[in-house]
Every structure is written in structure tokens, then in C-alpha cells.
């Protein structure tokens, strides 16, 4: 089966581009045959690349895995790097000068590239993470959207998802952790200088004007705003985004479809147990395959038929 599906694979990848704001996206496409449905892979947060790898820990290239078992399931993906980033560095100056509706404008440019490459209609979304965000503003206006994939995204506004993350961190820098993100929602920049290196490297002033805006934004409100289909799905061992936020989501949009996979963790592998140093291992290996339950769903509901 692997020999066929590496045979199969190298005869439908592309590299794609699509208009960027100074120079061109760059992204990989799996076309997986006419008529196939399409899904735009939206990325998660900071340096991640096409793949979902980062150079800040994560290498277990958890979207390249994910698009080649859906290709395997007869779904096209194009999954892509961000404005400024990797392959698309060339389509701004300053990668970090960005706000969410730039994201929401490269998405959108997506979706006309891959509207005229494959003769679709209409494009599903999948954001993983941060991604998420980006997908609900995305389809708050439904033009050429099929619909919404959700995966590990934050239902809360993400001044509290922070929180409950930097309540896990040493007790000596939660104070100043905390009052600087207090600072940053009430649109107030925050001198790093006077705060611990750790957070120095979190609240780094170049990234501050995005955090401001990134922390105004109230994702069940947008999910609320969705009127095509959507599906939300959670992992149940995920330590950066919890099964509260997934259940916020769908709350907000009654109508979603909401699916908690009990051993998937935020980069979409499985996790045997509730250790942590385990769970965290798993972000560095690419040999671990993506969970089978995540890639059936979503093949499911981009390709109705199969339903």
C-alpha cells in the first residue's frame, strides 16, 4: 500500500502559487483527480510551514501527512506557507507586520488560484489551531466556501486560552505574564525589556501589534457567523487546546458537527496515554501517521458521497 500511495503521490503533486500582497504564496497541491473536492490547509501559529513543522520544536509534518491520507481518500489539499515565511518570503517585508485579515486576504487568494486550477465551485477550509481563526473570519462571508473544518481551534477568545497555558508554566512568571497579556487586551503595548526572558521571546515587541488584534477576536462569535457546513474536531490528549473550547464552538453554531477523538493530540497523532513527556514526543517524530479517525471524517464531510 505505501509503494502504490508514493507512486500515486508523485504523479498529482504541485507546487502552486498564488498572488501575494509584494510577491507571490507558495504552496505544495495534491490533486487528487477531477472533481475531487478541495480543501485549503490553513496553518497553525508562528513559523509553521506548509507542512505543520516549526523551527521552534515541531517536525512531525503533521499537514503533509494529513493531505497525502486524504489524496489517498480522493480529497485534493493545498496546503501553504504564510505571507512573508518559507516559500511565500518573498510576498511581504516583514513577516511579523500582519494582521488577521491579512491571513483571511492570502486564504481568499487561495481560493481563486485553486477555484481556477481544479474547475470547482467552491473551496473547503481547514484551519488546524490558530488556523481555526483564521478559517471562522475567512467564512463569515461564504462566497465559493464549501464549508468549515475546525481542528484544535480555540473557542474562547485567546487572552483566556493563554491564560490556562501560562498557568502551567514556572510560578515565577506568571505574574508578569499575566499582567502583560492584561496590558495587550487593553490594546496597550508592553515593554519587553522589563520582562523574563521567556516572555520576552512571547510578548516580543514586533509581534505585539498582532497579539492586540489576534486577542480582540471572539472565535464563537465567528462560529456563530457561519452559515455553510462545519465540522469541529478535538483532540481528547491535546495539551494546547482543550475539548472546552471544541464544545464552545459548536455551542455558538448548534448546527456544526462535533467530533472528540479520544487519543489525538494537537499535531494530530495518537497518544497511548496522559503522560506528558510522551504526548510532547510525538512533535518531533514523522513517523507516526496522522490519526485514521481524523482523516475519515474530514473526507466524509468534504466528500458527501462517502458519507
Not at 504564496?25 to 513543522?53: C, E, H, M, Q, Y
Request: charge should be neutral.
Amino acid at each position: 500500500m505505501l509503494e502504490s500511495t508514493i507512486i500515486a503521490l508523485a504523479a498529482v503533486t504541485a507546487a502552486l502559487t498564488a498572488p501575494g500582497p509584494k510577491g507571490p504564496l507558495a504552496g505544495t497541491f495534491l490533486d487528487a483527480g477531477k472533481s475531487a473536492p478541495v480543501v485549503l490547509i490553513i496553518p497553525g501559529s508562528g513559523p509553521t510551514d506548509r507542512d505543520g513543522n516549526n523551527p521552534l520544536g515541531v517536525t512531525a509534518a503533521p499537514y503533509k501527512m494529513l493531505a497525502e491520507a486524504l489524496a489517498e481518500r480522493g480529497v485534493s489539499t493545498l496546503r501553504a506557507d504564510k505571507r512573508g515565511m518559507f516559500g511565500s518570503k518573498d510576498a511581504v517585508a516583514d513577516a511579523n507586520d500582519v494582521r488577521i485579515a491579512d491571513y483571511v486576504t492570502d486564504a481568499r487568494s487561495w481560493i481563486d488560484t485553486l477555484k481556477t486550477r481544479t474547475g470547482a465551485s467552491c473551496v473547503w477550509l481547514l484551519g488546524h489551531s490558530e488556523g481555526g481563526l483564521i478559517a471562522l473570519e475567512a467564512a463569515q462571508d461564504r462566497t465559493s466556501i464549501c464549508g468549515v473544518i475546525l481542528i484544535a481551534a480555540p473557542g474562547r477568545k485567546l487572552g483566556e486560552v493563554m491564560r490556562d497555558q501560562l498557568k502551567a508554566s514556572p510560578n515565577t512568571l506568571l505574574e508578569p505574564a499575566l499582567a502583560a497579556l492584561g496590558e495587550l487586551e487593553a490594546g496597550r503595548a508592553v515593554d519587553a525589556t522589563k520582562l523574563p526572558t521567556p516572555l520576552a521571546t512571547l510578548f516580543n515587541p514586533k509581534v505585539q501589534p498582532f497579539l492586540t488584534d489576534l486577542l480582540a477576536k471572539d472565535p464563537a462569535r465567528l462560529a456563530g457567523g457561519v452559515a455553510t457546513p462545519m465540522l469541529i474536531i478535538q483532540g481528547g490528549r491535546d495539551i494546547q487546546v482543550t475539548e472546552r473550547d471544541a464544545k464552545a464552538l459548536h455551542a455558538a453554531n448548534p448546527k456544526s458537527q462535533l467530533l472528540v477523538i479520544p487519543t489525538m493530540n494537537h499535531v494530530l497523532k495518537d497518544v497511548a496515554n496522559d503522560d506528558r513527556v510522551s504526548n510532547l514526543a510525538t512533535y518531533s517524530d514523522p513517523t507516526l501517521p496522522v490519526d485514521a479517525e481524523l482523516v475519515t471524517a474530514i473526507a466524509a464531510t468534504a466528500t458527501p458521497k462517502a458519507r
